[in-house]
């Protein structure tokens, strides 16, 4: 979406603002478990259940590009525009997903994402600190995610390739998530608590899917 009637202050300001400022949670191996196993395919789930019904050959098309991104996440790839890109192309099925060059808008028009000369160059800098070794990944798996939503790199489809980025984080990393709703909450990019909070909402997910006995199984 390219167009709004009132142009509401520029929401990737907020985020590059906050960003650097957020206090990422920090968990102790002992606490953050790795290498779970996936009681199910949460999601392959969530694509079906929140586009299934109304958008049969979009649901194909991003059940694709999610075989792809989590095929390049167990073969070690490195998280990089490009290869987001390649996802988003199957994922749109229109010709290749290039950087958008206009500003856009999400939300109903409430949330701008403006564009600079040098914005692409700062998003693509961006999915490298998905692997910082410094930071637990849960944390860098949200902030990957956020952003994914916050610079809103294509013309179309963010909030799915939000989705896909976070996908890889996770696989890469050897983790596993058996839900994916509960991610599902209204994100804004001045929110530096909120952003916080998914990273620990993440963690959660990843120890209960660790607890969780696989599907058909009792405890």
Same mark, same amino acid.
């Given at each position: 979406m390219t167009f709004a009637p009132d142009h509401p202050k520029d929401a990737l300001a907020d985020w590059l603002r906050i960003r650097p400022q957020i206090s990422w949670p920090w968990w102790s191996s002992a606490h953050l478990s790795h290498h779970g196993v996936a009681h199910r395919d949460a999601f392959r789930d969530f694509f079906n259940a929140t586009r299934g019904r109304r958008d049969a050959g979009?649901?194909?098309?991003? !059940? #694709?590009?999610? @075989? !792809? #991104?989590?095929? @390049?996440?167990?073969?070690?790839?490195?998280?990089?525009?490009a290869l987001m890109a390649n996802w988003q192309q199957t994922v749109l099925g229109d010709g290749a997903a290039a950087f958008r060059t206009m500003p856009a808008f999400a939300k109903g028009g409430r949330e701008r994402y403006g564009i600079a000369p040098d914005t692409q160059a700062w998003f693509e800098r961006c999915p490298s600190e998905s692997a910082?070794?410094?930071?637990?990944?849960?944390?860098?798996?949200a902030r990957t995610y956020l952003d994914v939503?916050?610079?809103?790199?294509f013309e179309d489809g963010n909030a799915?390739?939000?989705m896909l980025a976070l996908a890889f984080v996770l696989t890469r990393e050897g983790a596993v998530i058996d839900q994916v709703h509960p991610l599902q909450a209204t994100r804004w990019a001045d929110d530096a608590e909120g952003a916080a909070d998914l990273a620990v909402l993440l963690g959660i997910l990843i120890n209960k899917a660790q607890r969780r006995p696989p599907h058909g199984r009792r405890p």
């Open positions: 979009g649901t194909t098309r991003v !059940l #694709a590009a999610l @075989d !792809l #991104a989590l095929a @390049d996440a167990k073969e070690g790839n490195r998280l990089t525009f910082q070794p410094d930071l637990p990944f849960p944390s860098r798996a939503l916050f610079f809103h790199p799915r390739a939000a």
